[in-house]
């Protein structure tokens, strides 16, 4: 039922969430372990060698910067936050050059085909983005192709990778938490289809089209 649909979905976010949160967690007690460490030390170096002083309070100064830009990155990742009033394709964007930069030894191509560039559909980006992160999590691919098409009254999205594919019951035999049983979960809920297949020739071929009437 779409009862049973929607409470699996509930389970994943909380389960996702819990990860980010022991992340988030784990992150910061290492580095004010480390930082903590830094201090004790720079407090010595302080009355034997300040220019070695010099370098150690430089590192922790980085080393507190690097840690609140990372920690900023897990909460909007928890928070799942967006600007509602910008179109969605900008989204889009904005998430396949984030990719681009991450990942600059994988070739990712894409074309976005909207309608009305004024469109606002938050949703897609979610799934998209869970596909992606899958790609670069367990294909091992090199090439990316995506291929988007939104109207008033669809959305149609394609990804396909050149990794090593997917096995053919993923579905069974992927773990519960797997952003891919996500992704069913939610598609279902939106009375769209989803379609995942591939192998180690053709690599990983992704189709979700949702209706928006």
Request: hydrophobic content about 35%; glycine content about 4%; overall charge negative.
């Given at each position: 039922?779409?009862?049973d649909?929607?409470?699996?979905?509930?389970?994943?976010?909380?389960?996702?969430?819990?990860?980010?949160?022991?992340r988030i967690?784990?992150?910061?007690?290492d580095?004010l372990?480390?930082?903590?460490?830094k201090?004790?030390?720079?407090?010595?170096?302080?009355?034997?060698?300040?220019?070695?002083?010099k370098?150690?309070l430089?590192?922790?100064?980085?080393s507190?910067a690097k840690?609140?830009?990372?920690?900023d990155?897990?909460?909007?990742?928890?928070s799942?936050?967006?600007?509602?009033?910008?179109p969605?394709?900008?989204?889009?964007?904005?998430?396949?050059?984030?990719?681009?930069?991450?990942?600059p030894?994988c070739?990712i191509?894409?074309?976005?085909?909207?309608?009305?560039?004024a469109?606002?559909?938050?949703?897609?980006l979610?799934?998209?983005k869970?596909?992606?992160?899958?790609?670069f999590?367990?294909?091992?691919a090199?090439?990316?192709?995506?291929?988007?098409?939104?109207?008033?009254?669809?959305?149609?999205?394609?990804?396909?990778d050149?990794?090593v594919?997917?096995?053919?019951?993923?579905?069974t035999?992927?773990?519960?938490?797997?952003?891919?049983?996500?992704?069913?979960?939610i598609i279902?809920?939106?009375n769209?289809?989803?379609?995942?297949?591939?192998?180690s020739?053709?690599?990983?071929?992704v189709?979700?089209?949702?209706?928006l009437?």
């Amino acid at each position: 039922t779409a009862a049973d649909h929607g409470k699996n979905i509930l389970r994943l976010y909380q389960y996702e969430k819990k990860q980010l949160a022991d992340r988030i967690q784990s992150d910061i007690t290492d580095v004010l372990d480390s930082n903590s460490h830094k201090l004790d030390v720079l407090s010595w170096l302080i009355r034997s060698d300040i220019n070695r002083a010099k370098v150690t309070l430089e590192e922790l100064t980085s080393s507190t910067a690097k840690l609140a830009d990372h920690v900023d990155e897990l909460a909007n990742s928890l928070s799942g936050e967006s600007d509602s009033e910008e179109p969605v394709w900008n989204h889009l964007e904005k998430l396949f050059q984030g990719y681009k930069d991450e990942h600059p030894e994988c070739g990712i191509s894409y074309d976005i085909n909207c309608a009305d560039y004024a469109m606002n559909i938050p949703g897609i980006l979610s799934i998209t983005k869970d596909i992606m992160d899958n790609i670069f999590v367990h294909s091992n691919a090199n090439k990316v192709s995506i291929k988007i098409y939104l109207s008033s009254k669809l959305i149609d999205v394609y990804i396909n990778d050149n990794g090593v594919g997917i096995d053919n019951n993923y579905d069974t035999n992927s773990p519960w938490y797997s952003s891919l049983h996500r992704i069913k979960e939610i598609i279902y809920l939106l009375n769209g289809t989803l379609k995942i297949d591939g192998d180690s020739k053709t690599g990983t071929n992704v189709r979700f089209t949702i209706p928006l009437e």
